[in-house]
């Protein structure tokens, strides 16, 4: 659910490398909570937010892929790590380096909702992450079925982590971090 009648600027924003970007969800990924950091980079009020899905910031640059592997993640009740190219309001770009964490019941045992902290990402970081994203976008587009498109990608994005040497997404992006 994107911002209606929001283009894309081509302009990137930034936040401080000490401000955490923070945000909670209900278990459908319905936002309840977003500080002020979330406010000021996305440029939205928090009436705007609350209530929605948290998708109203995905970017459409952003692979299907990555938001199957959190939500088969988190809804297992596994923590992720993982970059991400948020949209502003006003057309923006973001890019963060999200954990999202489930949230659990007083038991332990039911999921009530996500957590999700995002931090300024390494820009070399991004140098090995942002190709493989254009790749798996573009992967994704040229299937005209995009259950088909989201399947290939989802290949695709298990081929390059296992090709880097890796078994899990987590600490193929943990090597792009420590580089």
């Not at 950091?37 to 892929?65: A, N, Q, T, W, Y």
């Not at 988190?74 to 923590?79: K, T």
């Not at 949209?87 to 380096?97: E, I, Q, T």
């Not at 659990?104 to 931090?119: E, K, L, P, T, V």
Request: charged share 25%.
């Amino acid at each position: 659910m994107a911002p209606p009648n929001t283009s894309l600027t081509g302009r990137e924003r930034t936040f401080k490398d000490g401000e955490i970007i923070v945000s909670k969800t209900d278990p459908q990924g319905k936002l309840v909570y977003v500080n002020d950091v979330f406010l000021d980079v996305s440029g939205f009020e928090e009436h705007e937010l609350l209530g929605k899905p948290h998708s109203i910031i995905r970017h459409p640059e952003m692979p299907r892929c990555i938001f199957k592997l959190l939500w088969d993640t988190i809804s297992s009740g596994n923590e992720l790590f993982a970059y991400v190219n948020n949209r502003a309001k006003n057309g923006d770009n973001y890019w963060v380096l999200a954990h999202v964490t489930p949230n659990f019941d007083a038991s332990g045992s039911s999921i009530i909702g996500y957590h999700s902290n995002r931090r300024v990402p390494e820009r070399k970081a991004l140098q090995a992450i942002e190709p493989l994203y254009k790749r798996l976008l573009a992967e994704e587009q040229k299937h005209g079925d995009r259950k088909a498109g989201l399947q290939a990608s989802w290949a695709m994005l298990n081929a390059a982590v296992s090709q880097a040497g890796f078994d899990a997404y987590d600490r193929f992006i943990f090597s792009v971090i420590n580089g």
